[in-house]
């Protein structure tokens, strides 16, 4: 499928939801432009969002983590602005919703290693023991999970990044009810970086 394709097939999508951009988008980049990330890069990346995420709700857990993070050798793999949070306390307003916003970004990425099956529209927030039952337990070793993952095919994780990048907009533009525009911008957020983009927070 061309990025052209994809496109019209995303605005249908948008149609029979009952949204329509009141900008004329242009197609994303080809397949063969783009560098995915690997499945271990994801499945890192999630590990990392998980741990942050958990550090949020209980700072006391703060260093347990951090020191978890580097016997895991995930502590490199965080970003420095990630790094700073880790080591913050305590955490701002918007840090905190910042990284909680996250756990939808950590559903998509599960499901772009097909450790979740299926992706509803962008509606109800995740749940995080939804998460959590896709995860490995808390401080418990994390190689087989990272080694036991397999990235879903560039094609069809395309498809879902025309599809949020779009959608993402056609909320900016319509209020629609049953929608959530958080949800579909972390998953357009996800998506950006899977497809070779920077992660910032």
């Known amino acids: 499928m061309t990025s052209l394709d994809r496109k019209a ?3 249908q999508i948008l149609a029979k939801l009952g ?5 004329d988008l242009p197609p994303l980049e080809e397949e063969d432009q783009l560098t995915f990330r690997s499945s271990n890069e994801v499945a890192q990346r999630i590990l990392i969002l998980t741990y942050l995420n958990c550090v949020a709700n209980d700072p006391s857990l703060k260093q347990e983590v951090m020191v978890f993070l580097i016997g895991e050798k995930l502590w490199d793999k965080a970003t420095e602005e990630e790094r700073q949070l880790f080591h ?3 955490l701002s307003e918007d840090e905190l919703t910042i990284i909680l916003w996250r756990a939808e970004a950590i559903w998509l990425l ?4 097909n450790k979740v099956d299926v992706l509803d529209v962008p509606a109800a927030e995740v749940n995080l023991h939804a998460i959590f039952a896709n995860l490995p337990g808390f401080f418990e ?3 087989q999970f990272i080694a036991s993952a397999t990235r879903r095919p560039a094609s069809a994780i395309l498809d879902q990044y025309d599809l949020m990048f779009r959608l ?17 911008f972390e998953r ?5 970086w899977v497809a070779g983009g920077e992660w910032k927070n």
Do not use: C, D
């Open 9 to 11: 097939n995303s605005q």
């Open 19 to 23: 949204m329509e951009l009141k900008h």
């Open 88 to 90: 913050k306390t305590p």
């Open 110 to 113: 599960l499901w772009v290693i």
């Open 141 to 143: 070793p994390t190689h």
């Open 168 to 184: 993402t907009w056609a909320l900016k533009e319509n209020n629609v009810p049953g929608m959530n525009p958080g949800v579909a």
């Open 188 to 192: 357009y957020f996800a998506l950006n």
